[in-house]
């Protein structure tokens, strides 16, 4: 898109948020100012007229513009919350992971342990995926694994199968993203807007929540891309990555990783929040140099301003009573729990098919958690909805990736990627809520 | 405004080089040009990003090391990356036939760098 284009755009989107702003809606001031910056916000993310995080910084400067009754403290704590510095020790984590190989050994160790049959490699490539992409971003995950796969796919001569493998990789990333707090934005949003409201999900909470439906995620997946691109051999085996010895530095650092880790999932018994555990892979990796500048630059910033951006509205939102006021509009009595769930998990495999999963989890979970029935379990299927939506080569970046590998085209990914959103539908509707129940608790 | 120069030995004009990378723990990689027809020194190169003919190798590489939340912007990028190197290296070619740059590669470089 040239400048001209962008500029119209802008233009255009702040004179829809000037008309909502005066539709005759009988609402308080701040809550139609708030009304017309959600409208901003979406269309900006639906359409990426400018970038996601630039959306982030619009939402912030117009909350502190024309909300002037609330402390301008209120929205910018938004981008120091708790959720953001633990995904900020995520980042860290994953960069030193990254830097000193210990993803390559993960990955060695299992493919060296995997039988040479087409199945076997399918599901330890999506294990493998899975793992990785629990405390790196998927879109890291993905490229690394595809790396691997490349010598496999150039010599594999059965071209469905190798639709099959490509797929696999991004389509478990994707999901195995779910299994931690840490593995995906949206899971941050969900955590950091519930604890606006009071409700705590502990990292190990997440845990026990995330990784069974991460797991039924990859089984079902390997199922399905076995059975859609069946191989036509029986054998198959992966080359390995080079095999190098684990040095001291590798060996502190997954030292360090482990530790982080251990003390995330023990957080009950010590009672350290998780924010504070975030801090010291950070402190340790910059300050004894296992990471530079250079690394510091390249943590995805640009992600923690968008999800902070996210939780700055879901505040106004909350703050101004916007979120109570939209959903008692909807009167749940006409349609029954049921209906209500499959509408909002089904409204947000739709959107973020076709755009961002975090711009998605920013504008409709601060509508969930004002529900007046079932708020936290809707929240949390909103969250994990996004993360198993695939269909196409722009819903989720490890998508994209795959894509321009030019080894599958568009009908190859919806083909698989839809049954998988109208399975997640249909599991999160009736076994997830149940699930978050038990886990989590049902509010 | 669009130009294109070849990279000459200063020693003996040759346009015949040879790059020797050097690769340092926690330093950024090199490229010693060395001439190969009076083996001399020609420029030093410290790669940034790099692209080999192998590209979505190359592509992989680059992302791996970034975050990304919109798929869109990464199909856009897939899309630039496949389409503009070929593009570039032709377009290249066709303008150091045609019309050489005639600035030399050191003025070349810092004006560029001053443009950052």
């Given at each position: 898109m040239n400048n001209r284009n962008r500029l119209f755009g802008i233009i255009a989107i702040f004179i829809v948020g000037i008309v909502v702003y005066n539709l005759?809606?009988?609402?308080p001031y701040d809550q139609k100012i708030t009304l017309s910056i959600f409208t901003i916000a979406a269309i900006f993310w639906m359409t990426e007229v400018i970038p996601l995080y630039a959306t982030a910084f619009v939402i912030v400067l117009l909350e502190t513009l024309f909300l002037?009754?609330?402390?301008?403290g209120l929205f910018f704590h938004s981008f120091f919350e708790p959720v953001i510095l633990i995904f900020l020790g995520g980042f860290v984590l994953a960069a030193a992971f990254q830097k000193y190989g210990v993803d390559r050994i993960v990955a060695r160790v299992i493919l060296s342990r995997t039988p040479p049959t087409p199945f076997a490699v399918l599901l330890s490539v999506m294990f493998i995926t899975a793992v990785l992409s629990m405390w790196m971003s998927n879109t890291a995950t993905t490229a690394l694994m595809i790396g691997v796969l490349i010598p496999v796919l150039k010599k594999l001569e059965d071209a469905r199968f190798r639709k099959g493998l490509i797929l696999s990789i991004p389509f478990a990333a994707n999901v195995g993203?779910?299994?931690?707090?840490?593995?995906?934005?949206p899971n941050a949003i969900a955590i950091g807007i519930l604890a606006k409201k009071g409700i705590d999900i502990s990292f190990l909470k997440w845990m026990e929540l995330g990784l069974p439906i991460a797991i039924f995620g990859i089984i079902l997946i390997a199922i399905l891309l076995y059975f859609i691109f069946?191989?036509?051999?029986?054998t198959l085996s992966l080359p390995l990555p080079p095999k190098e010895s684990v040095d001291a530095k590798q060996k502190q650092v997954i030292g360090v990783g482990f530790f982080t880790i251990l003390l995330w999932l023990t957080g009950p018994l010590h009672g350290y929040n998780s924010a504070v555990v975030a801090l010291i892979p950070v402190v340790l990796f910059f300050g004894f140099g296992y990471l530079k500048k250079d690394d510091f630059n390249d943590i995805g910033w640009d992600i923690l301003i968008l999800v902070g951006g996210g939780l700055a509205l879901g505040t106004a939102m909350q703050e101004t009573g916007l979120s109570s006021w939209i959903v008692g509009q909807i009167d749940p009595t006409k349609f029954g729990v049921i209906w209500i769930m499959v509408i909002f998990t089904g409204v947000s495999l739709i959107f973020t098919t076709f755009m961002s999963n975090s711009a998605t989890a920013n504008l409709l979970i601060p509508l969930m958690v004002s529900l007046s029935w079932h708020p936290l379990i809707l929240s949390i299927m909103v969250a994990v909805s996004v993360s198993f939506a695939?269909?196409?080569?722009?819903?989720?970046p490890p998508n994209a990736i795959a894509y321009?590998?030019?080894?599958?085209n568009v009908k190859d990914m919806a083909k698989v990627g839809i049954i998988i959103e109208v399975v997640a539908l249909l599991f999160m509707v009736f076994i997830g809520q149940h699930l978050i129940k038990f886990v989590i608790g049902g509010l | 405004m669009v130009s294109a120069k070849r990279e000459r030995c200063p020693?003996?004009?040759?346009?015949?080089l040879i790059n020797n990378i050097f690769i340092k723990e926690g330093e950024p990689v090199k490229v010693y040009v060395q001439c190969f027809k009076c083996r001399k020194f020609v420029a030093r190169y410290t790669i940034d990003y790099y692209t080999s003919s192998k590209r979505y190798e190359a592509f992989l590489n680059r992302v791996s090391k970034r975050y990304f939340d919109s798929g869109r912007n990464v199909c856009k990028r897939v899309k630039a990356f496949d389409e503009t190197i070929e593009e570039e290296f032709e377009q290249c070619k066709k303008l150091i036939k045609e019309r050489e740059e005639e600035k030399k590669i050191e003025e070349i470089i810092t004006k560029s760098e001053e443009g950052k």
């Open positions: 005759p809606i009988p609402i002037r009754d609330y402390s301008i993203g779910i299994a931690t707090p840490i593995g995906t934005p069946k191989p036509t051999t029986h695939m269909a196409l080569p722009i819903s989720t321009g590998s030019g080894e599958i | 020693h003996c004009g040759s346009i015949e």
